[in-house]
């Protein structure tokens, strides 16, 4: 894989991880529980649900992205989701995040790239 590809992956996580805790989305989590909505939005308003992860709301190269992501395998995925969703740019603090060593850490990003490489470029 060249430069390129992974400059071109990180960019579509980077695109997915901030459209995904933005607060119009996050990927069908709510970021509020049922308690605190009745007691913001009342016992109808909290009732509703908001079709934020819908295909009809997210854009297309984010869905892709997701379905990709939502494919990785666990241990794959935990990096990615850590590293494009938590913040921060410090590898070591998404690391001891995830209680993994740096190279771990290292080794299963650049998996991951390379995963998410091969069902992006289809």
């Known amino acids: 894989m060249r430069d390129g590809d992974i400059a071109r992956i990180d960019a579509l996580l ?3 991880g901030r459209w995904a805790v933005s607060d119009r989305h996050g ?3 709510s970021r509020r529980n049922i308690i605190d ?4 939005q009342g ?3 909290a009732s ?3 079709p934020y992860n819908s295909p009809k709301s997210m854009p297309g190269a984010i869905e892709r992205t997701e379905q990709a992501v939502s494919q990785l395998p666990p241990h794959l995925r935990d990096v990615i989701v850590e590293k494009y969703t938590n913040g ?3 590898e070591q603090d998404h690391a001891a995040h995830l ?3 740096l190279n771990v850490w290292r080794m299963r990003q650049t ?3 390379h995963w998410l490489a091969g069902r992006l470029s289809r």
Not at 37 to 40: A, D, G, N, S
């Open 14 to 16: 980077e695109a997915w």
């Open 111 to 113: 998996c991951a790239w």
């Open 88 to 90: 921060g740019p410090r």
């Open 37 to 40: 909505r009745r007691m913001r």
């Open 27 to 29: 990927l069908g989590y």
């Open 43 to 45: 016992a109808v308003g």
């Open 48 to 50: 509703i649900r908001r």
């Open 99 to 101: 209680k993994l060593t």
